[in-house]
């Protein structure tokens, strides 16, 4: 299983643009590595018939997997199936954020006005957010525990197991769909612009980027895409924690743990597939498994297509 670190899937525009620089946040509920906390993850076209699109999304070397949810790389953003385009500088998806000073200067430029952590009690205090100047911040613990479990691994198929039925438990856990929907409301009903995270801003993070996109009806592909875009995004990150692994636990622990690292499109099918089985779509996931209301789901739209 050597090779496996080469197997993460990459979106269908792999042409590595940005350079990323390692930070110490992991993605997905790792065990200890080197004696310090492996901390728990989370996971177009032209836009020139908008008058009010932004800039693509600024590259932070500090904080590898941030971006606008609207991007779709370079000059592109992502359009519903009719055609609309999701407006930048609405809503950014991110890794823990603990941006250098540099990297908090760039996010001051971009008015973020709250800004939504995702993570456990122990994942908070292990690594507190930055704020950009002027963002209230708000903790919606979405796991409900006061730390991320580490699960028993053996192989990498369990750790592929581990992850996919972690996207189920986002649509049949009800603790889970409940904190959800107070996130959405909240969002619904919070400033211009806004961001969410989780630690690694993948799998939470993945989860609410795909229901935000869905509710709009963005093509399923697309939204498999911007999931992805973790694994390039956190390349470099990535390889140097399966090369730690290594060192610390050997080759076949180190290639077990190695999918918990990056994302999988079978991780977001899961998820995507268990609210079809449970709910018949998306759509009914959002209305009668999230409960949320006509009122808040056309905020979100609004928000999202401006």
Same mark, same amino acid.
């Given at each position: 299983?050597?090779?496996?670190?080469?197997?993460? @899937?990459?979106?269908?525009?792999?042409?590595?643009?940005?350079?990323?620089?390692?930070? *110490?946040?992991?993605?997905?509920?790792?065990?200890?590595?080197?004696?310090?906390?492996?901390?728990?993850?989370?996971?177009?076209?032209?836009?020139?018939?908008?008058?009010?699109?932004?800039?693509?999304?600024?590259?932070?070397?500090?904080?590898?997997?941030?971006?606008?949810?609207?991007?779709?790389?370079?000059?592109?953003?992502?359009?519903?199936?009719?055609?609309?385009?999701?407006?930048?500088?609405?809503?950014?998806?991110?890794?823990?954020?603990?941006?250098?000073?540099?990297?908090?200067?760039?996010?001051?430029?971009?008015?973020?006005?709250?800004?939504?952590?995702?993570?456990?009690?122990?994942?908070?205090?292990?690594?507190?957010?930055?704020?950009?100047?002027?963002?209230?911040?708000?903790?919606?613990?979405?796991?409900?525990?006061?730390?991320?479990?580490?699960?028993?691994?053996?192989?990498?198929?369990?750790?592929?197991?581990?992850? @996919?039925?972690?996207?189920?438990?986002?649509?049949?856990?009800?603790?889970?769909?409940?904190?959800?929907? @107070?996130?959405?409301?909240?969002?619904?009903?919070?400033?211009?612009?806004?961001?969410?995270?989780?630690?690694?801003?993948?799998?939470?993070?993945?989860?609410?980027?795909?229901?935000?996109?869905?509710?709009?009806?963005?093509?399923?592909?697309?939204?498999?895409?911007?999931?992805?875009?973790?694994?390039?995004?956190?390349?470099?990150?990535?390889?140097?924690?399966?090369?730690?692994?290594?060192?610390?636990?050997?080759?076949?622990?180190?290639?077990?743990?190695?999918?918990?690292?990056?994302?999988?499109?079978?991780?977001?099918?899961?998820?995507?597939?268990?609210?079809?089985?449970?709910? *018949?779509?998306?759509?009914?996931?959002?209305?009668?498994?999230?409960?949320?209301?006509?009122?808040?789901?056309?905020?979100?739209?609004?928000?999202?297509?401006?």
């Amino acid at each position: 299983m050597r090779n496996m670190k080469h197997k993460l @899937e990459q979106p269908a525009s792999l042409m590595l643009t940005r350079r990323r620089v390692l930070q *110490g946040t992991l993605g997905a509920w790792l065990l200890p590595i080197a004696g310090g906390a492996m901390l728990a993850g989370c996971g177009g076209g032209s836009d020139s018939d908008s008058d009010h699109q932004l800039a693509a999304t600024p590259v932070l070397a500090s904080v590898p997997n941030f971006r606008d949810l609207a991007d779709a790389e370079g000059a592109s953003v992502y359009r519903t199936a009719k055609g609309k385009a999701l407006q930048r500088g609405v809503f950014y998806r991110s890794n823990a954020l603990v941006p250098s000073a540099a990297d908090l200067a760039t996010l001051n430029t971009l008015d973020i006005g709250a800004v939504y952590d995702l993570r456990t009690m122990s994942e908070v205090a292990s690594q507190p957010d930055i704020l950009p100047q002027g963002a209230a911040y708000t903790n919606i613990n979405i796991m409900g525990s006061s730390s991320a479990a580490s699960p028993g691994i053996s192989t990498a198929e369990d750790a592929i197991g581990y992850m @996919e039925n972690l996207n189920r438990m986002m649509v049949t856990d009800a603790g889970y769909r409940e904190r959800l929907a @107070e996130l959405f409301t909240a969002m619904a009903d919070g400033p211009h612009a806004q961001l969410y995270h989780c630690t690694a801003g993948k799998d939470r993070t993945g989860w609410v980027s795909a229901v935000l996109m869905s509710l709009v009806d963005v093509p399923q592909s697309d939204i498999m895409q911007n999931y992805l875009l973790t694994n390039k995004y956190t390349a470099a990150q990535i390889e140097t924690q399966h090369q730690g692994m290594i060192a610390a636990y050997g080759q076949a622990y180190a290639d077990a743990y190695y999918p918990l690292l990056g994302v999988q499109s079978s991780f977001l099918h899961a998820g995507l597939d268990q609210a079809s089985e449970s709910y *018949g779509s998306m759509s009914g996931y959002i209305t009668n498994g999230l409960g949320l209301s006509a009122s808040v789901q056309s905020a979100l739209t609004d928000r999202l297509l401006g």
